[in-house]
């Protein structure tokens, strides 16, 4: 249906051109080249005007030859120069050329003189030229001409635009075109009926764009009267009081209907300043006028004295209010196309809402994910051996630094990323065979002090990274391919970043689970810390457990810090803001299980995007109230969402 | 009973005699009112001394008695700091905006009084009304009430809630710390209604004493601040003698066999938590007047942790080693970050202590963690033993 109204709509808009096309050849010869066309119209463009220029610009537009791009953007620019005999010639860098060649001729710039057109022929011609530019066989300059149509969007393009459709080889340059002319069929449309369908027809499209187009068409003034006018196309009353602030509202109906202001309190105050007379004011002394009230009524009996400017009271404004009404009206007149556009808005906005409900849940998943590899490692040395480990944290940075470092000296991204990863969980393994040896495994019996321990530790490495790297901020570049963003529709997007870190969560999740449950070692993890003393007996060595533990938990916070250090910036201080919230996530999942720290990553990241949602311009705040909100989860669910039972359970 | 409870405890009279000859050396000393060989901002350095102190010898009751490693007891010191701050901040804008208006042709009203006072201080958050926060920020009494009040609160609604479902142990010490987190962060904010991350400044000039010059304001806070000290020394020295400190300790040894004997182990652990955050809430509102400003930064959760510190490495389980760990810890770190320790040359590298002070404080935490859980007291037994051992033969 539409298709056929579109068709329809070009024939109607392409008959004037294909008119004067006819004209135009008959005059010239029929063919030939550039120059005989020029010359049939020689006066025209030599000395062109606005209202003049139509039928040479329409001659030239027609005559197929390949040489008009380019002779319309030199005549553009001033570079189109004619002799005597009125022939004309391109001239650049002082060279004078032929028009169709663009030869150099030898000719001496003197003896011509250069046409210049002023700015209004500038614009008939860059018009001309939209056209070709929308034929162009270079995808760039169509796709260049399309965006400067998309960013001002002119009734007089749709002509050009329409005609240009059909020759569109590229099947997404295609699309856009029609969606284009779409756009301008709604707000320009020659008939009703055409504008009510292009507008329906925008229903399907998310982009910032079509969304523009409907606000566009929705705009609204308000405006004031003692009773609305019939003819108006009405969008509104506005309430005063609910929907504008009554004074306001006053203001708006004051300036219309010239009543007296409103007086600002420092108004009123500065007009009875002007007044004082011996230290008083209307017979009364200024020391008494410290409260509002008595200034206003002190101010009100000089009004109505006549030696003040009046001034609205409480009462002018209710009654001024009372008797006249605020609205807004469509600037479209048209009550179907407005009808038509809202309807449509409407449906746009639900849709555009549900995209937004997608990607907020997509920005949930992804932080989930960044919590979940921050607190894995947590998982496993505080989860399943109890250890309190605050130097986690430093663990994070030192892998992050780790994949700087790399990048120092390997300058291919990808290949340094994948050198950067297991030089990682090296580094902070052996870290963590050390702590473990030096100080952690004298303090199993004693966790706070372990805490505190590991807490010293922290702060000496801190300030070692900050005396090694300096303060500010290391970058850690990701390769070219994770740059930019899935785009799934024009509303929700997710970087590769995100999915990378996603999916790599998910690759470790299935590796812990791999050791912990299918492996030797898993098993004599789990022998050894629920009973050490058993498994000791059946030939496990628990020091050597432990001390295996506890390296693949902090190699794997290396691993995290180089992906971490990918979305984030790489500081010193980078670890300290993730220990908190990895021991929320570890507490609130539930201790001693990877799917418990699953839960607890998914629940605070949905948690925390879900808070900012609600209020987006305060991180801060969202924060806050996550952190509360999780104080208040572990009072009445203590072992967190996945409590283990039983022997298991330990206590 | 008094005479038997300081006849107990011989270390209170000995520490209270220490801390009043310290306390008139350093009067005598200083620039305000005595020979001027002590400045009037190392007054203010040993008086803020002092109040750290103060807050250390309550964590070292709830957690070296208690065996509750709270990480949020520098929060408590915060709020207090708040607290006190409303009301010198408010009072001086409040004299500071009266004297301008006072200019103006017509008196001005209360309301633009208000208004005045309210985007003086809240100008530089964007701010000109007084948030409800402040109602109370114009009365002294009703602010100082405010400062036992807050912290005692939040400290008792927060215990209840924790001590109630038996969270214990590290866990206790997360969940406190976190609640540390959501304090700063929250102050943090612009729009929390204390000024965001710009604090409340300028606490160093006192309202109605403006003729008072800094040295001689410097050494009053000092007797304060010291007096503040006795007293929760002797408070907390009672609290932990006794049956009833004999009760606490139990519960940090074995809380469940203390339970089983038939004590109400919350309603104890309850009144160590929250008197402990009330004398913080004191240590933190004559602290920050000397310091001059109390911002957010200053409540994050690494502050508590400092805390625990000090205590582990005075020594746990005695008061008097929270103090001594304290005073080590705080005056040699100023005196390293202050450019006070010489540079080491090694040839190949310089050790600055300005950088490398951390590290060899995080290292030497350790150290103490391991080999010396007695910390300094520790030195106090050996010192002890050794005399008693001379005393035998």
Same mark, same amino acid.
């Given at each position: 249906?539409?298709?056929?109204?579109?068709?329809?709509?070009?024939?109607?808009?392409?008959?004037?051109?294909?008119?004067?096309?006819?004209?135009?050849?008959?005059? !010239?010869? !029929?063919?030939?080249?550039?120059?005989?066309?020029?010359?049939?119209?020689?006066?025209?463009?030599?000395?062109?005007?606005?209202?003049?220029?139509?039928?040479?610009?329409?001659?030239?537009?027609?005559?197929?030859?390949?040489?008009?791009?380019?002779?319309?953007?030199?005549?553009?620019?001033? @570079?189109?120069?004619?002799?005597?005999?009125?022939?004309? /010639?391109?001239?650049?860098?002082?060279?004078?050329?032929?028009?169709?060649?663009?030869?150099?001729?030898?000719?001496?710039?003197?003896?011509?003189?250069?046409?210049?057109?002023? &700015?209004?022929?500038?614009?008939?011609?860059?018009?001309?030229?939209?056209?070709?530019?929308?034929?162009?066989?270079?995808?760039?300059?169509?796709?260049?001409?399309?965006?400067?149509?998309?960013?001002?969007?002119?009734?007089?393009?749709?002509?050009?635009?329409?005609?240009?459709?059909?020759?569109?080889?590229?099947?997404?340059?295609?699309?856009?075109?029609?969606?284009?002319?779409?756009? =301008?069929?709604?707000?320009?449309?020659?008939?009703?009926?055409?504008?009510?369908?292009?507008?329906?027809?925008?229903?399907?499209?998310?982009?910032?764009?079509?969304?523009?187009?409907?606000?566009?068409?929705?705009?609204?003034?308000?405006?004031?009267?003692?009773?609305?006018?019939?003819?108006?196309?009405?969008?509104?009353?506005?309430?005063?009081?609910?929907?504008?602030?009554?004074?306001?509202? /006053?203001?708006?109906?004051?300036?219309?209907?010239?009543?007296?202001?409103?007086?600002?309190?420092?108004?009123?105050?500065?007009?009875?300043?002007?007044?004082?007379?011996?230290?008083?004011?209307?017979?009364?002394?200024?020391?008494?006028?410290?409260?509002?009230?008595?200034?206003?009524?002190?101010?009100?009996?000089?009004?109505?004295?006549?030696?003040?400017?009046?001034?609205?009271?409480?009462?002018?404004?209710?009654?001024?209010?009372?008797?006249?009404?605020?609205?807004?009206?469509?600037?479209?007149?048209?009550?179907?196309?407005?009808?038509?556009?809202?309807?449509?808005?409407?449906?746009? @906005?639900?849709?555009?809402?549900?995209?937004?409900?997608?990607?907020?849940?997509?920005?949930?998943?992804?932080?989930?994910?960044?919590?979940?590899?921050?607190?894995?490692?947590?998982?496993?040395?505080?989860?399943?051996?109890?250890?309190?480990?605050?130097?986690? &944290?430093?663990?994070?940075?030192?892998?992050?630094?780790?994949?700087?470092?790399?990048?120092?000296?390997?300058? @291919?991204?990808?290949?340094?990323?994948?050198?950067?990863?297991?030089?990682?969980?090296?580094?902070?393994?052996?870290?963590?065979?050390?702590?473990?040896?030096?100080?952690?495994?004298?303090?199993?019996?004693?966790?706070?002090?372990?805490?505190?321990?590991?807490?010293?530790?922290?702060?000496?490495?801190?300030?070692?990274?900050?005396?090694?790297?300096?303060?500010?901020?290391?970058?850690?570049?990701?390769?070219?391919?994770?740059? !930019?963003?899935?785009?799934?529709?024009?509303?929700?997007?997710?970087?590769?970043?995100?999915?990378?870190?996603?999916?790599?969560?998910?690759?470790?999740?299935?590796?812990?689970?791999?050791?912990?449950?299918?492996?030797?070692?898993?098993?004599?993890?789990?022998?050894?810390?629920?009973?050490?003393?058993?498994?000791?007996?059946?030939?496990?060595?628990?020091?050597?457990?432990?001390?295996?533990?506890?390296?693949?938990?902090?190699?794997?916070?290396?691993?995290?810090?180089?992906?971490?250090?990918?979305?984030?910036?790489?500081?010193?201080e980078? !670890?300290?803001d /993730?220990?908190?919230?990895?021991?929320?996530?570890?507490?609130?999942?539930?201790?001693?299980?990877?799917?418990?720290?699953?839960?607890?990553?998914?629940?605070?990241?949905?948690?925390?995007?879900?808070i900012e949602?609600?209020n987006p311009s305060n991180t801060l705040a969202a924060q806050t109230y996550m952190i509360l909100?999780?104080?208040?989860?572990?009072?009445?669910?203590?072992?967190?969402?996945?409590?283990?039972?039983?022997?298991?359970?330990?206590? | 009973?008094?005479?038997?409870?300081?006849?107990?405890?011989?270390?209170?009279?000995?520490?209270?005699?220490?801390?009043?000859?310290?306390?008139?050396?350093?009067?005598?000393?200083?620039?305000?009112?005595?020979?001027?060989?002590?400045?009037?901002?190392?007054?203010k350095?040993? %008086?803020k001394?002092?109040c750290l102190?103060?807050i250390?010898?309550?964590?070292?009751?709830? +957690?070296?008695?208690?065996?509750?490693?709270?990480?949020g007891h520098f929060a408590f010191f915060g709020i207090g700091g708040y607290a006190i701050g409303m009301w010198l901040m408010y009072a001086r804008t409040e004299t500071i905006v009266e004297r301008s208006l006072?200019?103006?042709?017509?008196?001005p009203?209360p309301q633009e009084v208000s208004d005045a006072i309210a985007s003086q201080i809240f100008g530089v958050v964007g701010a000109s009304e007084l948030p409800s926060l402040w109602a109370f920020a114009h009365s002294l009494p009703l602010q100082l009430l405010m400062v036992v009040l807050v912290p005692g609160l939040l400290?008792?609604?927060? %215990?209840?809630?924790?001590?109630?479902?038996?969270?214990?142990?590290?866990?206790?010490?997360? =969940?406190?710390?976190a609640m540390t987190l959501a304090l700063s962060l929250y102050l943090f904010q612009n729009d929390s209604g204390l000024r965001g991350n710009n604090g409340l400044s300028g606490l160093q000039n006192i309202p109605g004493m403006g003729?008072?010059?800094q040295?001689?304001l410097?050494? +009053?806070f000092?007797?304060?601040?010291?007096?503040?000290?006795?007293?929760?020394?002797?408070?907390?020295?009672?609290?932990?003698?006794?049956?009833? &400190?004999?009760?606490?300790?139990?519960?940090?040894?074995?809380?469940?066999?203390?339970?089983?004997?038939? /004590?109400?182990?919350?309603?104890?652990?309850?009144?160590?938590?929250?008197?402990?955050a009330?004398?913080a809430g004191i240590a933190g509102a004559l602290y920050y007047p000397q310091a001059g400003i109390v911002n957010p930064a200053e409540i994050a959760p690494i502050a508590s942790?400092?805390?625990?510190?000090?205590?582990?490495?005075?020594?746990?389980?005695?008061?008097?080693?929270?103090?001594?760990?304290?005073?080590?810890?705080?005056?040699?770190?100023?005196?390293?970050?202050?450019?006070?320790?010489?540079?080491?040359?090694?040839?190949?590298?310089?050790?600055?202590?300005?950088? +490398?002070?951390?590290?060899?404080?995080?290292?030497?935490?350790?150290?103490?963690?391991?080999?010396?859980?007695?910390? =300094?007291?520790?030195?106090?037994?050996?010192?002890?033993?050794?005399?008693?051992?001379?005393?035998?033969?």
């Amino acid at each position: 249906m539409f298709r056929t109204l579109l068709a329809v709509l070009l024939l109607f808009l392409g008959s004037p051109f294909a008119a004067s096309a006819q004209n135009s050849a008959g005059g !010239g010869d !029929g063919n030939g080249d550039l120059q005989t066309i020029l010359q049939a119209h020689q006066s025209l463009i030599a000395k062109p005007s606005r209202s003049t220029v139509g039928p040479a610009l329409d001659a030239l537009k027609t005559s197929g030859l390949p040489g008009v791009p380019a002779f319309l953007e030199d005549w553009q620019a001033k @570079n189109v120069w004619f002799d005597d005999t009125g022939l004309f /010639y391109v001239v650049r860098n002082k060279q004078v050329t032929d028009v169709t060649t663009r030869e150099p001729l030898g000719l001496d710039l003197a003896a011509l003189s250069q046409v210049k057109p002023n &700015g209004g022929v500038r614009k008939a011609i860059a018009e001309a030229l939209v056209d070709f530019q929308l034929s162009d066989p270079d995808i760039a300059r169509r796709r260049d001409a399309l965006n400067a149509i998309a960013r001002n969007l002119d009734p007089s393009q749709a002509g050009p635009l329409a005609a240009s459709i059909d020759g569109e080889p590229d099947a997404g340059l295609k699309l856009r075109k029609e969606r284009l002319l779409n756009y =301008l069929t709604a707000r320009y449309g020659q008939s009703e009926k055409d504008r009510v369908a292009a507008v329906r027809d925008l229903a399907g499209d998310l982009s910032v764009d079509g969304r523009a187009v409907l606000s566009q068409i929705l705009a609204t003034k308000a405006r004031i009267a003692q009773t609305i006018p019939e003819d108006a196309n009405l969008a509104r009353v506005l309430k005063p009081g609910t929907d504008l602030a009554p004074e306001a509202a /006053y203001a708006m109906i004051a300036e219309e209907a010239d009543l007296p202001p409103i007086l600002t309190p420092a108004a009123l105050k500065t007009a009875l300043e002007t007044q004082v007379q011996d230290g008083r004011i209307a017979d009364v002394s200024i020391n008494a006028l410290d409260t509002a009230e008595i200034r206003e009524a002190t101010y009100d009996r000089l009004a109505a004295a006549g030696q003040l400017p009046p001034r609205a009271t409480p009462g002018d404004i209710a009654a001024t209010l009372a008797a006249y009404t605020i609205f807004e009206t469509y600037n479209e007149p048209s009550a179907d196309i407005t009808d038509a556009a809202r309807a449509t808005q409407e449906a746009v @906005n639900s849709r555009v809402g549900a995209s937004q409900a997608a990607d907020l849940a997509l920005d949930a998943i992804s932080l989930a994910s960044i919590y979940f590899l921050a607190a894995i490692g947590l998982a496993i040395t505080f989860g399943v051996m109890g250890v309190i480990n605050m130097a986690h &944290g430093e663990f994070i940075m030192m892998g992050a630094y780790t994949g700087y470092v790399v990048q120092q000296v390997v300058p @291919n991204y990808t290949v340094s990323l994948i050198v950067a990863l297991p030089l990682a969980f090296a580094v902070t393994f052996a870290a963590g065979v050390a702590m473990e040896r030096l100080v952690i495994r004298h303090l199993y019996t004693r966790p706070l002090e372990t805490l505190l321990a590991t807490f010293g530790i922290s702060i000496a490495l801190q300030q070692l990274a900050k005396n090694i790297f300096g303060t500010q901020a290391r970058p850690l570049t990701s390769p070219g391919w994770l740059d !930019g963003a899935w785009q799934i529709n024009e509303v929700i997007a997710i970087s590769y970043i995100r999915i990378a870190i996603f999916v790599l969560a998910l690759l470790f999740l299935a590796l812990l689970l791999f050791i912990l449950k299918r492996t030797r070692l898993g098993l004599e993890v789990r022998a050894v810390t629920q009973n050490p003393r058993m498994a000791a007996s059946m030939g496990i060595n628990p020091d050597k457990i432990k001390m295996m533990t506890f390296g693949l938990g902090s190699g794997i916070a290396g691993i995290a810090g180089v992906a971490i250090g990918l979305y984030a910036k790489v500081t010193s201080e980078m !670890g300290a803001d /993730y220990i908190v919230q990895s021991f929320m996530t570890v507490v609130v999942g539930g201790v001693g299980n990877v799917w418990g720290t699953l839960a607890g990553a998914t629940m605070i990241g949905t948690l925390q995007k879900g808070i900012e949602w609600l209020n987006p311009s305060n991180t801060l705040a969202a924060q806050t109230y996550m952190i509360l909100f999780i104080i208040l989860f572990i009072q009445f669910r203590p072992k967190g969402i996945v409590a283990l039972k039983g022997r298991a359970a330990g206590d | 009973m008094n005479r038997s409870f300081l006849a107990r405890n011989p270390s209170i009279l000995w520490f209270l005699a220490l801390l009043g000859l310290f306390t008139l050396v350093v009067t005598v000393l200083s620039e305000g009112l005595g020979v001027g060989m002590i400045s009037t901002s190392f007054v203010k350095t040993l %008086g803020k001394t002092l109040c750290l102190c103060l807050i250390a010898v309550a964590m070292d009751v709830v +957690w070296g008695y208690c065996g509750i490693l709270s990480l949020g007891h520098f929060a408590f010191f915060g709020i207090g700091g708040y607290a006190i701050g409303m009301w010198l901040m408010y009072a001086r804008t409040e004299t500071i905006v009266e004297r301008s208006l006072a200019n103006q042709v017509i008196p001005p009203t209360p309301q633009e009084v208000s208004d005045a006072i309210a985007s003086q201080i809240f100008g530089v958050v964007g701010a000109s009304e007084l948030p409800s926060l402040w109602a109370f920020a114009h009365s002294l009494p009703l602010q100082l009430l405010m400062v036992v009040l807050v912290p005692g609160l939040l400290a008792l609604v927060f %215990g209840w809630l924790a001590f109630r479902s038996r969270v214990t142990g590290v866990y206790l010490s997360i =969940l406190t710390q976190a609640m540390t987190l959501a304090l700063s962060l929250y102050l943090f904010q612009n729009d929390s209604g204390l000024r965001g991350n710009n604090g409340l400044s300028g606490l160093q000039n006192i309202p109605g004493m403006g003729d008072v010059p800094q040295g001689v304001l410097s050494v +009053w806070f000092l007797w304060a601040s010291a007096m503040a000290l006795a007293v929760g020394y002797v408070l907390f020295a009672f609290v932990t003698s006794g049956k009833m &400190g004999s009760v606490i300790r139990a519960i940090r040894d074995d809380e469940a066999r203390v339970r089983f004997l038939g /004590y109400h182990v919350e309603s104890y652990k309850l009144f160590v938590f929250t008197l402990t955050a009330i004398v913080a809430g004191i240590a933190g509102a004559l602290y920050y007047p000397q310091a001059g400003i109390v911002n957010p930064a200053e409540i994050a959760p690494i502050a508590s942790i400092y805390l625990a510190v000090w205590v582990a490495i005075g020594g746990r389980g005695r008061l008097y080693g929270a103090v001594m760990g304290t005073v080590f810890v705080t005056l040699l770190s100023s005196w390293f970050t202050g450019g006070g320790a010489p540079d080491i040359d090694l040839g190949f590298y310089r050790i600055q202590w300005t950088d +490398w002070w951390l590290v060899l404080l995080g290292l030497a935490f350790v150290a103490v963690t391991l080999f010396a859980p007695q910390g =300094l007291g520790g030195l106090v037994n050996k010192l002890k033993g050794a005399r008693a051992k001379e005393a035998k033969a």
